[in-house]
T-cell receptor, first 110, second 115 residues
Framework: RKEVEQDPGPFNVPEGATVAFNCTYS??????FFWYRQDCRKEPKLLMS???SGNEDGRFTAQLNRASQYISLLIRDSKLSDSATYLC???????????FGAGTRLFVKA | DTGVSQDPRHKITKRGQNVTFRCDPI?????LYWYRQTLGQGPEFLTY????????KSRLLSDRFSAERPKGSFSTLEIQRTEQGDSAMYLC?????????????FGQGTRLTVV
């Protein structure tokens, strides 16, 4: 089993749509969770951290379910500029290394 | 520029040659990661350091790969006897352990092409 698994994608959605990405992780002791965004031929950049209480940043909402070892990202009112690959990321503190999922590609079309 | 920097940005080499990449992390960061990324895949973990100590090396990494971080600052990744399958983007990232946000910041990567 992969340490971090994501929806395979790609997701093709019209502008204005709501889209949800899911991610599961295998190490129940993991402490840090993130969503990164990667544009074509660019390096990954942090989109948002994910907290147990859930967090929202504008059109983006991230949720963490520790019992199910599940992370989600919801994008509301999709924009053309949201087209990118979204990477689920786990770990990075204490004795844990930072591990990336394979990414889910999102295409938002006019 | 105080971000993560990698050198070179591009490298074309003949099969069988050795190559070395350098990464300069954000100065106050104690963790440094190396990842490999191929088209359509997420960054694949290779190895990481906390200060000068190499804490883990991926089982996927053959003995041809070696990384160092001699003074806990910059790091080098060497690939010996390169193979065509080594062609990929090699990404370096750094972070600071501790409470709060442990976001990893990436360099722009070194794109390796083995011909």
């Amino acid at each position: 089993r992969k340490e971090v698994e994501q929806d395979p994608g790609p997701f093709n959605v019209p502008e204005g749509a709501t889209v949800a990405f899911n991610c599961t992780y295998s190490n129940s002791a993991s402490q840090s969770f993130f969503w990164y965004r990667q544009d074509c031929r660019k390096e990954p950049k942090l989109l948002m951290s994910v907290y147990s209480s859930g967090n929202e940043d504008g059109r983006f909402t991230a949720q963490l379910n520790r019992a199910s070892q599940y992370i989600s990202l919801l994008i509301r009112d999709s924009k053309l500029s949201d087209s990118a690959t979204y990477l689920c990321v786990v770990g990075g503190t204490g004795g844990f290394k930072t591990i990336f999922g394979a990414g889910t590609r999102l295409f938002v079309k006019a | 520029d105080t971000g993560v920097s990698q050198d070179p940005r591009h490298k074309i080499t003949k099969r069988g040659q050795n190559v070395t990449f350098r990464c300069d992390p954000i100065s106050e960061h104690n963790r440094l990661y190396w990842y490999r990324q191929t088209l359509g895949q997420g960054p694949e973990f290779l190895t990481y350091f906390q200060n000068e100590a190499q804490l883990e090396k991926s089982r996927l990494l053959s003995d041809r790969f070696s990384a160092e971080r001699p003074k806990g600052s910059f790091s080098t990744l060497e690939i010996q006897r390169t193979e065509q399958g080594d062609s990929a983007m090699y990404l370096c990232a750094s972070s600071q352990t501790g409470e709060g946000n442990t976001e990893a910041f990436f360099g722009q990567g070194t794109r390796l092409t083995v011909v």
